[in-house]
């Protein structure tokens, strides 16, 4: 390919003109809890604090990645060994990025000449740093680890195409050929631990949420509530396994980051469990909203009953009286309480 330059210069830096200026990124928690801090990260000043906060807290990699000083020489430990930590530097992630891009071009011949690359490389640095552009999410969290860093770690079961023999290889390295796509569309039998099944679906979730893709599944081929089975018995239907992997997609943070993991669950209208798969959605919000009130009648009931317990005595002394019997206020709370369905354990 030829590139023609379109926002840089040869030989000029791609920030060239670009002021970097030193920003903080803090998260709190509605009662005031920190949920994230990073201070002194490297950002352009022209970003907004909301392009800061998701940098800082969604996309920087928080370990493994070589420290620098101010200088940009390397920090090395008392052991001699180069002291890790995150990345500080959103110039470390758009050079992560561009150069991983790059580098794979190169290699494979995308390129008619070195000058070609070079422009290809810094106009993405431009456009990345100027938010002109922006890959997905995965592209974020996982390119460029091994080739900016060195990262290695056991394999997760990836597989990839070698581009030299066309053959699908199994990855040897969870970070040399990372997940960087979006979105996957997987299929599932109507089999419960063999391949293709519907456990074996629940670990190729966890495996692309990992690495911060989402999924979508049409559920349809699975059998319906008290269908017969190959042993004889009856299917606890379809909705008892939906519930596992919303579960287990609740449970893992995507991309290792506080995102939840990206979702889809899709059913056919000839489906014999349509109506309860349509109002799943509609029972769990029933259930919020049944939770909310039922937390906020304990909590008005139970204050009423603890402050019942204390009363006045005939010499004009606070004192307790648990005694419900000897109590016509504490007697009064306890009947409001279980009239309003307080469990009698709370009460």
């Known amino acids: 390919m030829r590139i023609e330059r379109r926002f840089t210069h040869r030989g000029q830096s791609p920030y060239e003109n670009l002021p970097f200026v030193k920003r903080s990124s803090e998260i709190r928690n509605p009662d005031g809890s920190t949920v994230f801090k990073l201070d002194n990260i490297d950002i352009p000043e022209s970003w907004s604090q909301l ?23 390397p920090i090395v430990g008392a052991d001699g060994k180069p002291q890790l930590g995150g990345e500080r530097d959103s110039r470390q992630v758009f050079e992560r990025l561009a150069g991983c891009w790059t580098f794979w071009g190169k290699n494979f011949g995308y390129f008619k000449t070195p000058e070609d690359s070079d422009a290809f490389h810094d106009d993405l640095c431009y456009m990345l740093a100027h938010q002109m552009a922006a890959p997905n999410s995965p592209q974020w969290f996982n390119t460029g680890l091994h080739y900016a860093y060195g990262l290695s770690g056991p394999a997760q079961g990836h597989f990839y195409v070698d581009p030299t023999t066309r053959e699908v290889v199994k990855a040897t390295n969870a970070f040399e050929h990372p997940q960087p796509h979006a979105c996957f569309i997987q299929s599932v039998d109507d089999d419960l631990v063999g391949d293709g099944g519907i456990m074996d679906l629940w670990v190729r979730e966890a495996r692309l949420f990992k690495y911060g893709s989402g999924t979508g599944t049409n559920f349809s081929r699975l059998r319906g509530d008290a269908e017969p089975l190959s042993g004889g018995g009856r299917s606890s239907g379809l909705m008892s ?9 609740g ?6 980051t506080t995102r939840r993991a ?23 919000e029933q259930k919020v909203a049944a939770m909310v009130t039922g937390s906020k009648i304990c909590a008005q009931r139970l204050n009423a009953v603890l402050k019942a317990c204390h009363v006045v005595d005939d010499a004009g002394q606070m004192k307790i009286e648990i005694d419900a ?14 009239r309003d369905a307080v469990p009698e354990a709370y009460v």
Do not use: T
């Open 325 to 338: 019997k000897r109590n016509p206020i504490l007697r009064e709370a306890l009947a409001a309480a279980r």
């Open 241 to 249: 396994f939906l519930r596992i992997g919303d579960r287990a997609a």
């Open 262 to 284: 990206a979702k889809m669950v899709c059913l056919d209208l000839d489906h014999p469990d349509i109506e309860e798969f349509i109002n799943w959605k509609v029972v769990e």
């Open 51 to 73: 392009a800061i906060d998701i940098l800082a807290q969604k996309y920087f990699r928080k370990a493994g990645v070589p420290q620098r000083d101010e200088q940009g020489n």
């Open 251 to 256: 449970a893992i943070k995507s991309g290792g």
